[in-house]
């Protein structure tokens, strides 16, 4: 089994920061790219940043230069700094992660829970 548990969610005013977590437990043999979506009410599920095995970066344009996602491989977890949050950041952040399991080949993507980031105006 595998399992990805995030933190770090909250209610902020605007201008605010927020850190989220999410760390991978179970038997993973490896872990290829982990990443951070979102959900807002009546929207669909965006992506919002991912980061590769090797440290290297992506994010969607309504977040760049405010959000900066970062991993520790020993840990097993991924971080979302979020910086000069903004009302439209409201949403529930998901984390998700490629893993591949010990004994099993296939890689597959893994979601957590969901964590609640609320941006009061």
């Known amino acids: 089994q595998v399992q990805l548990v995030e933190s770090g969610g909250g209610l902020v005013q605007a201008g605010g920061s927020l850190r989220l977590s999410c760390a991978a437990s179970g038997s993973i043999f490896s872990i290829n790219d982990m990443g951070w979506h979102r959900q807002a009410p009546g929207k669909q599920r965006e992506l919002v940043a991912f980061?590769?095995?090797?440290?290297?970066?992506n994010y969607a344009d309504s977040v760049k230069g405010r959000f900066t996602i970062s991993r520790d491989n020993a840990k097993n977890t991924v971080y979302l700094q979020m910086n000069s949050l903004k009302p439209e950041d409201t949403a529930v952040y998901y984390c998700?992660?490629?893993?591949?399991?010990?004994?099993?080949?296939?890689?597959?993507?893994?979601w957590g829970q969901g964590t609640q980031v609320t941006v009061s105006s």
């Open positions: 980061i590769t095995s090797g440290g290297n970066t």
């Open positions: 998700a992660a490629q893993i591949s399991r010990v004994g099993i080949l296939l890689i597959r993507n893994y």
